[in-house]
């Protein structure tokens, strides 16, 4: 469409808007009206003749459809000319009496400008219209296919050449931004002419942007469509048809506006990228509600939802939908789900991060084209873990991927009131897996970090997380997954008809016989800060199919010195991140790559390279400039940074002014220096800052933007409406008419009034000078014409639209006796459910004064109007109550007099029973410094020019010596001045250039009584006391008496009273305060009898005063005189050595009781002596006073240690005593305190086998038998007998059951009382466990019968004997056994016989002995003796040693006795002589580990050691064991090696 504006001299000079000129359709058929005439319509005149026009139209076309389906052959051209004429418009007739003379036209024009109320309704019919006439062009393309299927034959014949001509040329275009424009134009000629489109003589080629433009051409119509137009777009296109016969141009010019004040992306550069094809759809999408301006936290699920209107609406074939962030396309996700359907477009977000925040649009196709939507989400730091830690960095992405390296990089977060950032740390996790682990082990500085040592072939996830100061911050969100390989870059992919491809690689062409490596190349470094240095390299052409590794050396400056850099490292990767280079110099680096023939030659040397920051953090931003966007927004712009490289983007901080806290307006960079900032407080003024953020971190603060106050940017107010007559004398008439709906930010300064005739086009003037109220009489017309007003509204920003034209009012006196319509209704103190309504009295007022007033009411939409009161109330204005909320309702006013009810006021508007939000209620109360009684209201939103109207019984309080106003800020208070009963009513309060805030308050007399009586107290005031007066006993017996008030000043005064008489501070007496903590104290040193009486307080601060007494006589004071007394003897005795803890007990967790007592005030001279019973006690380690405590273990606590226990402290100075007794309800604490540590560590009941019986045991850590303990058997408590015997150890406690039967079995427990619970353990003694117990019990008995009677010797033989050659050697020892034992002698392990040389004796079965005469060297040896009868024996080892005489003396080991070595019953010694086999070890009677206990009888499983001859000779093993053998019989303090059983 094309819009024009034209403006009036006298009140259009500042604002000027576009009106409708000509209005055309998307397939070139043009609307236009055809004479001028025709555009002086009313519009509902217009419509109608619109609406008429459409339905002929469509009846024509139809006709002419109906008519082509029946003929055969038609031309192509033809069915154009058709078509054409289908979609032109029929002519219209102008009436006679709309006729005007040609010099009326330039009236017409100005007027035609202005003319903007019916725009809307004629956009809207004229869609219709060309969507009808679109459906009706498609069917003549369908019917004309139709026949070509056919196969009609047609004859074409040759047209005559002819030059081309523009039969309908362009037109020119005014749109608003982001809007489309379609220029089209009809081409005629012969050929057929080729069109082409150009802008500023520049040629358009749809391909250079993509879904920017798009080129049609059908029925000889070429169009040319601009898509989402911009103000870069505006310029002059033109189209050029050129044919063989020649060319010709037709040229228009299409103008792109920007709206005032518009939205955020008006403002924001780089949306939405545009299509890159037109996408048919056959739906028509309109959207209902849409997502706005959106704030969400870190965590959190959020949904964007959008509601449409879709028609068809089909359930299987929903509209498709786009969504973007900022110029992305978004693809559903773990962090993104998206769904169409139902009505409504959603996207969610299951788990926001800052990586959410941006610019969000929703693309939907339609039959059109696509409808879209934006708005910016804004996604805040979730709580940091630690208080002050950063936020969580974002935008986590891995790049330069290859075997076992990848690049981390990332965005840093915003730092507004939190410790600067010192570095990053980066975490890696494989996938299906959940442990994180840490790359890096000190923070890195820098947003990036090279990664290596990943694992080829494995998928990985990374995260970050900042550092500062204060902690650590939440860890980003992770990465994408990605695989460490390597990069593919020797593939060839060679294409070949069909569905596969051929890829070839390098390395197979290559074959085995590479071996010798070629050197990498083009050596040079990626990444270079202050923290590492990157490597990168070319790997060599020729590798073969060998695994490949490199080697890196390094040199220092140009020297040829080279050191390998990674020795502990094995590099895969041609990338490499070397950390530890020093910061002032330079290197070079070559790469040696390696494989198992070999290594290659170096590489060429590197470029030197040194470790710096080539950048650094960017300089602050330039000048900020904030502006007015919306009432919670606000337009920020800056100039760039001097140097802007590698910006990542900008944060943008405000501050309200008067606060230091700075909030972060961003929480994602933002990439242009363009920020619409969202979420600001309606009436705050606010500062801005910015800075610009890259990979090495945040800049400087910018410089402060100068205060904003945050209100809707200035603009023309909009129309005014409601134009209505409130009287009229037959030559004048007053009119009234409603402010504009949009005032444009400002105050409106001025209304300007125009008039005309009815049936007239000429707009006049009222006056020359603007009104300015809302009430205006209009003078000097004519009796009996009908008049149309008009109004337009200005204000600072300019002047407005003119309202739409009133009614046509009658200039006739008005003489009905009943008033006028009221008017200017307005709606206040809107809530859930009431509302008051106000209203100005009629201007006429009829023939008798005005009584009263009716109010009627009726819901939006409904004509039955409610009369709301029944009486007619004389005031103007109602509160009305039960409304339902949410719904919406209309009223009307009727004035009364003594005729009746007058005219009804003109419906008022709709209102909604609906709080606005964040609405406050007026407070009463009253100043604590003044005492004065107020009313305060606090706004919830406020303009730059909003005022405060306070009103009683609503009319406003104007000057007035009762009450004052006082406005700061948003808050407004009333201030009475001596208030009483003439104040009570009802106030209210109304706040200007907002959107209806108010409210109202009734003061009540109840409420009034209560106020007067705070309002006394505060202008009579009280020193408010927290504590009354007191008294406490101090330290040297002293005595104080205080009292604490809430708030004390510097200048208040006091004075303490007792008995009468004022007390002063001075000897005996200190009296002192402290104004801060609001103590006031006097303290008596000594305090006696004398001071017995009455003590007061009396406070003086400022005009308010209070006192306190305090009546210390009788037993009070006698209580009070008795712990001063004691107190004073305690500061005595302190003076010296002194207990600051007496004795007392508590016990170790081993069970020994500790007398402790701490001492105070000693030195080295000080002694300190216990004493039990009054017998001093000696500890191995004398008590050290200077330690401060002194102790006394008690272990192995029982009865014999009670008494009474005494501490003696003493030196020069004097002595202390403490004195402790434990006996009686003492001595049961400690016992009962050791039964608790006792019973706690108590284990399970454990079972014993011995020979007398089956013994329980309950081992613990120590067991005494004044512990209360308790055994039973079966929940019988057992007492100890014969049969059930009952004892303990210090180590645990036990239960014996001698000689078992089955009685006994059955389930026991035991019970320790520790005097507050009891600790149980039990056992079940029954089943297959009293079995084993039993046939255990049985078998020690019989091994302890037989242990007990077994042969042994008693004693008598040495263990090493040294004889002279030629004496005589007797060898003599006692023996015993039940039976009598059986005696065999031994030497070097052949059995001894008795004869002339060897004497054996064995005499009363007790004394054996072996007597060797007339020793020889040939005796010497290792003799032993057998002691054995039924239930066993044993072996003692005798060594003899002869030595010739003249030799010297071998040194035995006297005073050794042989050692005797039992042996069981079964091993006995051969009867006979026999020589043993060489080779045959001695036999060890040593229990196979799975005996439970020895017994005479040897298991199966163990051989005997004379087994039974298997031939005449045979070679038993020796009978003799070796001396290190142990009796397989335990001795009886052992153990039975049966394993205990719980």
């Not at 008429?52 to 038609?74: A, D």
């Not at 009865?1199 to 100075?1213: E, I, N, S």
């Not at 042994?1352 to 034992?1381: A, N």
Request: hydrophobic share 35%.
């Amino acid at each position: 469409m094309s819009l024009k504006t034209e403006q009036e001299p006298s009140k259009c000079s500042l604002a000027g808007l576009p009106t409708l000129n000509a209005v055309h359709f998307s397939w070139g058929v043009f609307l236009s009206f055809p004479t001028m005439p025709t555009r002086a319509m009313p519009v509902y005149q217009q419509t109608q003749k619109q609406v008429s026009q459409e339905y002929h139209s469509s009846k024509h076309v139809t006709q002419q459809i109906s008519s082509r389906k029946s003929s055969s052959v038609k031309s192509v051209k033809k069915e154009q000319v058709e078509a054409t004429q289908a979609m032109a418009e029929p002519a219209y007739k102008v009436p006679a009496f709309r006729e005007r003379e040609p010099e009326g036209m330039q009236e017409y024009q100005r007027m035609a400008a202005h003319f903007g109320r019916g725009l809307s309704t004629m956009q809207q019919e004229l869609h219709r219209m060309r969507v009808a006439t679109h459906e009706q062009v498609e069917n003549i393309e369908i019917a004309r296919e139709v026949r070509e299927r056919m196969s009609v034959r047609r004859e074409y014949h040759a047209d005559t050449p002819k030059a081309p001509d523009f039969l309908v040329g362009l037109r020119s275009h005014t749109v608003w931004e982001k809007t489309p424009v379609k220029l089209f134009c009809t081409v005629a000629g012969s050929p057929t002419p080729i069109v082409k489109w150009y802008k500023n003589n520049v040629p358009i080629d749809p391909l250079n942007a993509p879904g920017k433009y798009k080129i049609e051409k059908k029925y000889g119509v070429h169009g040319l469509i601009i898509s989402r137009c911009s103000v870069a777009d505006s310029g002059v296109y033109s189209a050029v048809a050129t044919n063989p016969e020649g060319k010709v141009t037709s040229k228009a010019t299409v103008c792109v506006r920007r709206p005032a004040g518009a939205a955020e992306s008006a403002h924001l550069p780089g949306q939405v990228p545009l299509l890159s094809g037109i996408h048919r759809s056959k739906l028509e999408v309109t959207f209902l509600d849409r997502f706005g301006v959106t704030f969400g936290t870190e965590g959190e699920s959020l949904t964007l939802v959008a509601t449409m209107v879709v028609v068809p609406d089909l359930p299987n074939l929903p509209p498709e939908a786009l969504w973007y962030r900022d110029d992305t396309l978004l693809k559903p996700s773990r962090w993104v789900e998206m769904s169409v359907g139902g009505g409504a477009a959603k996207l969610t977000f299951p788990h926001l991060n800052k990586d959410d925040e941006g610019l969000y649009t929703l693309r939907i196709w339609t039959k059109d084209g696509t409808t879209e939507h934006s708005a910016y989400l804004f996604v805040k730091d979730a709580a940091p873990s630690v208080v002050g830690a950063p936020g969580a960095p974002m935008d986590v992405t891995v790049s330069d991927v290859n075997k076992d390296y990848v690049l981390v990089s990332w965005k840093p977060p915003n730092t507004t009131n939190e410790p600067l950032i010192t570095g990053y740390f980066v975490d890696r996790r494989k996938s299906g897996t959940k442990d994180w682990v840490q790359c890096n082990s000190s923070p890195v500085k820098v947003c990036k970090l090279p990664v290596d040592g990943l694992t080829e072939g494995a998928s990985y996830h990374f995260r970050v997380r900042a550092v500062n100061s204060a902690g650590i911050s939440l860890p980003s969100r992770m990465s994408s997954g990605v695989t460490a390989a390597e990069v593919e870059s020797d593939v060839e992919v060679i294409k070949i008809e069909g569905k596969y491809d051929i890829v070839v690689r390098q390395e197979e062409l290559q074959g085995v016989y590479v071996t010798l490596l070629e050197p990498p190349t083009e050596v040079h470094a990626t990444e270079i800060n202050r923290t590492y240095v990157v490597l990168s390299w070319k790997p060599p052409s020729l590798r073969g199919r060998a695994p490949l590794w490199y080697l890196i050396e390094k040199s220092e400056g140009n020297s040829n010195l080279w050191q390998r850099v990674n020795t502990g490292v094995q590099i895969r990767s041609p990338r490499y991140a070397i950390y530890d280079l020093d910061d002032k110099k330079a290197y070079r680096f070559r790469i040696i790559a390696v494989n198992k023939y070999g290594p290659s030659e170096p590489s060429e040397p590197s470029d030197l390279i040194q470790k710096v920051d080539p950048h650094g953090v960017p300089s602050a931003p330039g000048q900020v400039i904030a502006s007015r966007n919306t009432k919670t927004s606000a337009f920020v712009q800056w100039d760039p940074p001097k140097n802007p490289i590698n910006l990542m983007g900008y944060y943008v901080d405000c501050c309200a002014v008067g606060s230091k806290a700075w909030t972060p307006c961003n929480h994602r960079p933002y990439k242009h220096t363009r920020f619409v900032v969202h979420g600001l407080t309606p009436g705050e003024t606010y500062i801005f800052r910015v800075q610009a953020v890259n990979a090495y971190g945040l800049s400087e603060e910018s410089q402060e933007s100068a205060p904003l106050f945050i209100d809707a940017a200035l603009t023309a107010p909009s129309a005014p409406y409601g134009i209505t007559l409130l009287s009229c004398d037959g030559s004048s008439v007053t009119l009234a008419w409603k402010r504009p709906k949009n005032t444009g930010g400002t105050r409106i300064t001025s209304y300007y009034v125009d008039k005309r005739e009815a049936g007239s086009l000429n707009w006049k003037e009222v006056s020359q000078s603007p009104a300015t109220s809302r009430v205006y009489k209009v003078e000097n017309l004519t009796a009996g014409v009908f008049y149309e007003f008009k109004v337009q509204a200005g204000n600072l920003a300019g002047v407005g639209l003119p309202s739409e034209p009133s009614k046509a009012f009658a200039c006739e006196e008005w003489t009905m006796p009943e008033p006028g319509p009221t008017y200017d209704i307005s709606f206040w103190e809107v809530r859930d459910h009431s509302l008051l309504l106000q209203w100005r009295a009629p201007v006429y007022s009829g023939a008798s004064p005005v009584t009263g007033y009716f109010v009627e009411m009726a819901k939006k939409g409904s004509s039955d109007f409610v009369t709301v009161n029944a009486e007619p109330v004389k005031h103007r204005y109602l509160k009305i109550n039960g409304l339902e909320t949410g719904a919406w309702y209309v009223f009307k006013v009727r004035a009364v007099n003594v005729a009746g009810k007058g005219k009804a006021s003109d419906v008022s508007d709709a209102v909604c029973a609906k709080a606005l939000p964040g609405i406050k209620e007026i407070e009463c109360g009253v100043d604590e410094e003044t005492g004065d009684m107020f009313l305060s209201f606090e706004a919830s939103e406020i303009s730059e020019h909003s005022k405060f109207t306070w009103s009683k019984s609503y009319k406003e309080i104007t000057e007035s010596n009762r009450a004052s106003v006082s406005t700061v800020g948003r808050r407004s208070r009333l201030t009475f001045v001596n208030p009483d009963k003439e104040d009570l009513g009802i106030y209210s309060v109304a706040v200007s250039d907002t959107d209806g805030v108010s409210s109202s308050h009734t003061i009540t007399e109840e409420e009034l009584n209560k106020v007067l009586e705070l309002s006394y107290n505060i202008r009579h005031p009280i020193v408010p006391l927290k504590t009354e007066l007191n008294y406490e006993v101090l330290e040297k017996g002293h005595v104080r008496f205080w009292l604490q008030v809430q708030k004390m000043s510097s200048a208040a005064s006091y004075r303490f009273i007792v008995n009468d008489k004022e007390v002063t501070s001075g000897e005996g007496h200190k009296i002192s305060h402290d104004a801060s903590t609001g103590l006031i104290q006097m303290t008596i040193e000594h305090f006696t009898r004398a001071n017995e009486g009455t003590y007061t307080l009396q406070i003086h601060d400022g005009k308010a005063k209070n006192q306190s007494s305090l009546v210390l006589v009788g037993d009070v004071f006698k209580a009070a005189l008795k712990e001063a007394e004691f107190q004073r003897k305690e500061h005595i005795r302190k003076q010296g050595p002194h207990f600051s803890e007496y004795l007392t007990f508590h016990v170790n967790d081993d069970c020994t009781v500790m007398l402790v007592c701490k001492l105070a005030n000693v030195k080295k001279e000080t002694t300190f002596v216990w004493f039990k019973d009054d017998e001093e006690i000696t500890l191995d380690v004398a008590p050290n006073p200077m330690s401060g405590t002194c102790a006394l273990p008690i272990p192995l606590f029982s009865r014999k240690d009670q008494g009474v226990y005494k501490a003696v402290l003493g030196d020069d100075r004097g002595k202390d005593t403490s004195v402790y007794d434990i006996s009686g309800q003492v001595f049961e604490d400690i016992v009962n305190a050791i039964a608790h540590i006792a019973g706690s560590s108590a284990s399970e009941l454990m079972l014993q086998c011995t020979p007398e019986g089956i013994r329980l045991q309950c081992y613990m850590k120590y067991y005494t038998e004044e512990m209360k303990t308790s055994w039973f058997h079966k929940e019988s408590k057992i007492a100890s007998s014969e049969k059930m015997r009952i004892g303990g150890t210090s180590e645990m406690a036990w239960m014996q059951i001698c000689e078992p039967t089955d009685k006994e079995k059955g389930h026991y427990s035991i019970e320790i009382h520790d005097g507050k619970t009891s600790h149980t353990r039990s056992f079940d003694l029954s089943g297959q466990a009293y079995n084993d117990a039993y046939a255990e019990f049985q078998r020690l008995k019989a091994a302890a019968f037989a242990e007990k009677n077994r042969g042994r010797v008693v004693g008598g033989l040495p263990d090493v004997v040294t004889i002279m050659e030629y004496k005589t050697l007797s060898l003599t020892c006692t023996v015993w056994g039940d039976p009598k034992p059986e005696v065999t002698w031994f030497k070097n392990e052949q059995e001894v016989l008795s004869d002339d040389h060897n004497q054996i004796s064995f005499e009363s079965g007790k004394f054996a002995s072996l007597t060797i005469k007339n020793v020889t060297v040939e005796d010497s040896g290792k003799y032993s003796i057998n002691v054995r009868n039924k239930y066993g024996g044993e072996f003692v080892e005798i060594t003899v040693s002869v030595y010739k005489q003249g030799e010297p003396i071998p040194e035995p080991k006297l005073g050794q006795m042989a050692r005797p070595t039992p042996i069981p019953a079964s091993q006995a010694p051969p009867s006979k002589p026999q020589t043993p086999a060489p080779s045959v070890k001695a036999p060890t009677a040593a229990p196979s580990p799975s005996l439970k206990s020895p017994t005479p009888t040897p298991p199966p499983s163990v051989k005997s050691p004379t087994p039974a001859p298997k031939s005449p000779t045979p070679a038993p093993k020796s009978p003799t064991p070796p001396r290190s053998a142990k009796s397989p019989t335990p001795p009886r303090f052992m153990r039975s090696p049966t394993p205990t059983k719980k």
